[in-house]
């Protein structure tokens, strides 16, 4: 049995696979990670697969189409997310209309919220596999194969003429240790020099070693839609295992971006992998996404095993704000992360959101205090994106502070993020102009230029990464308003 898995056509460079989706100004772009891994599963299991990642090769529907006729697939899966939802529908319409025999399902983090009302947008479509859907997808796939009833896939919810059936959720993959390598499936149908993340050296190599997050935040899209809110690991002997893999195997990749909700939650695991990292001698930088908390201790180890730079959501300036988010950390704990990163020698990318509950023009200007406080590396500031299925979502849709409910609306025409909430003292225009005065106010200070300068100077690795950064970034740094609501 052949299968197509897809990550449709829509906007060149559109990174569909990331947290907030869009054409970035930065020029990152994400692998299909969580589609990848899946594909690992169905071939493991003896299924024939393809995957395409379309806005990555700048693919057109039309290509798509000529290369499925040639594996004449029986099930196809496309990627999916909220701003592209309309389109993704189409295409998986499409597909339907020309593969009659196949069976044609959605996944990712907008239908896993909206199953019923996204399968109603077009009834083309046969089925969405919820949350994460690396087994809901093989087993699907050993039914279809097999003419057993999908009654009994868990995880799916399909059409039967004109009701939609929705199967029990399916547990989630306790030994991620049996999933195959993500970066074999990257070896085999991807291009690694497409995808770009300004917080990594390029080109790098994305995988994780965990999933769900343990943290209870009320914008994070992942642990509420996908992956869960419990914490489960890789053993630290499997992720060095891949690291081995890839270093071997993409010889001309300077970095792995570890792709994890929160790597470092678990500190004596940290330690045991950089252990391990040291011990097999790993020559490669890498990348995590962190969470403020982490020790002086703990950086230092990980720095000594190849970590470069970690990417971390300080989000606010505000107390207030950070506990209305439920974000679980104190302003006090952010600079003392700050100081001992310095002192470890790692480089922090650092996040800030503006219009979250309760945000006013006096709580935004504590936030890019705070940034200029503590000086990361690097910072994004960005108004609030809220997706299906979130706490924040919820809650700004019940005050009515979401301003459409087209979900096409959360890009504007090019592709570039757009506000589509205010908060209750705050407009929309007022949110993306603190972020525009706010990432100007940042990035051209004196000092800031002169660190980046020096940087360039003393660390040849970086300019590669800087100036791949910079191509798209600056002409937006040094925009005004007519950016209308792009996100920052």
Same mark, same amino acid.
């Given at each position: ?92 319409? $499409? ?13 990712? $983090? ?22 994460? !859907?690396? !087994? ?19 995880? #799916? ?11 029990? /959720? ?8 049996? #999933? ?110 962190? &969470? ?7 950086? &230092? ?17 505000? /107390? ?59 910072? /994004?500031? !960005? ?6 299925? $979130? ?48 990432? &100007? ?13 020096? /940087? ?8 590669? &990464? ?7 970034? #600056? ?14």
């Amino acid at each position: 049995m052949k299968i197509l898995l897809l990550n449709p056509p829509y906007l060149k460079k559109f990174s569909r696979p990331q947290r907030s989706p869009a054409v970035t100004k930065s020029g990152t772009l994400y692998f299909p990670m969580w589609l990848a891994y899946a594909a690992g599963v169905l071939e493991k299991e003896g299924f024939e697969v393809d995957l395409i990642d379309a806005p990555a090769d700048d693919y057109t529907l039309d290509y798509v189409l000529e290369r499925a006729k040639k594996l004449n697939p029986a099930m196809i899966v496309l990627d999916t997310s909220t701003p592209s939802i309309y389109n993704d529908v189409e295409v998986a319409g $499409t597909l339907k209309d020309i593969f009659h025999g196949s069976f044609v399902v959605l996944v990712g $983090t907008h239908v896993s919220a909206l199953p019923e009302e996204t399968m109603n947008i077009d009834k083309r479509v046969d089925a969405v596999a919820r949350h994460e !859907y690396d !087994y809901t997808l093989r087993d699907l796939a050993l039914a279809l194969k097999s003419g057993s009833a999908i009654k009994d896939v868990t995880g #799916i919810s399909y059409r039967d003429r004109d009701t939609i059936i929705h199967n029990p /959720q399916s547990p989630f993959i306790e030994d991620l240790d049996k #999933i195959p390598f993500v970066s074999s499936v990257y070896k085999k149908f991807l291009n690694i020099k497409n995808y770009f993340n300004p917080n990594a050296l390029y080109p790098m190599v994305t995988i994780t070693t965990s999933r769900g997050c343990p943290f209870p935040c009320t914008f994070c899209v992942y642990p509420q839609t996908l992956m869960g809110r419990g914490f489960r690991l890789r053993s630290v002997e499997n992720v060095a295992d891949e690291m081995e893999y890839i270093v071997k195997n993409f010889p001309h990749a300077k970095a792995i971006f570890f792709e994890d909700d929160t790597m470092t939650v678990n500190k004596k695991r940290c330690y045991e992998l950089a252990e391990l990292i040291k011990k097999r001698e790993i020559k490669i930088s890498w990348t995590a996404n962190a &969470r403020v908390g982490l020790d002086y201790e703990t950086m &230092r180890i990980i720095k000594e095993a190849g970590c470069r730079s970690l990417c971390v959501g300080f989000e606010s300036g505000s /107390q207030m704000i950070l506990d209305n988010m439920k974000k679980k950390i104190k302003l006090e704990q952010m600079e003392q992360f700050m100081v001992d990163a310095r002192k470890a020698g790692i480089l922090i990318h650092g996040c800030f959101m503006a219009g979250l509950p309760g945000e006013t023009m006096a709580t935004l200007k504590e936030t890019l205090d705070l940034a200029k406080r503590l000086n990361p590396d690097t910072v /994004q500031f !960005y108004p609030v994106m809220v997706y299906p299925g $979130t706490e924040a979502y919820n809650w700004y849709k019940e005050k009515n502070l979401i301003l459409s409910d087209d979900f096409s609306k959360w890009l504007t025409p090019k592709g570039l993020h757009n506000t589509v909430i205010r908060t209750e003292d705050l407009s929309s225009e007022e949110l993306v102009k603190f972020c525009d005065d706010a990432r &100007r106010a940042f990035y051209l200070r004196p000092r800031y230029l002169f660190y980046k300068a020096k /940087q360039i100077v003393t660390n040849p690795k970086e300019i590669r &990464r800087n100036l791949k950064s910079a191509k798209t970034f #600056i002409k937006y740094l040094l925009r005004g308003s007519d950016i209308a609501r792009d996100n920052c």
